[in-house]
């Protein structure tokens, strides 16, 4: 049985978890609701552990097979024979995109009989301004 252990962290906190060779789950090209003025006051104060949240960023062309990526990933390695499998997912804060992709990936993962552990390393912190492209 593989120990699965899934971070969600955003790389603007610039404390990036560390693990040897990890699966890496980039979910910055998914809808994030800072960004968006249709969705901000709705959905920015929650996380992606709420379902409107979830839903939004999973709305986003590509979202599934991100998650789908990552667990064939996940899956070749339990299939070599890896014990422990680190997981990091990241987004640019820490609370929408990459919460919502690891508690789903979590659940897709939950179906192999091995131990899942999830951890939202950013999910409490303010939300970071947001970034200005130049």
Request: aromatic content about 2%; proline content about 7%.
């Amino acid at each position: 049985m593989a120990s699965i252990r899934i971070t969600s962290y955003g790389t603007g906190h610039n404390d990036a978890p560390t693990a040897p060779d990890p699966v890496v789950v980039d979910t910055t090209a998914l809808r994030n609701p800072p960004d968006d003025p249709a969705v901000r006051a709705r959905l920015t104060q929650l996380t992606g552990r709420h379902a409107d949240v979830a839903a939004y960023v999973l709305a986003t062309p590509g979202a599934h097979d991100l998650i789908d990526n990552a667990r064939r990933s996940i899956e070749q390695r339990i299939e070599g024979g890896e014990q422990r499998i680190d997981v990091h997912v990241h987004c640019y804060g820490g609370r929408h995109r990459s919460v919502a992709i690891a508690e789903l990936l979590a659940v897709d993962l939950s179906v192999l009989d091995d131990y899942v552990h999830i951890h939202h390393r950013h999910i409490d912190q303010p939300i970071l301004p947001a970034r200005t492209t130049a």
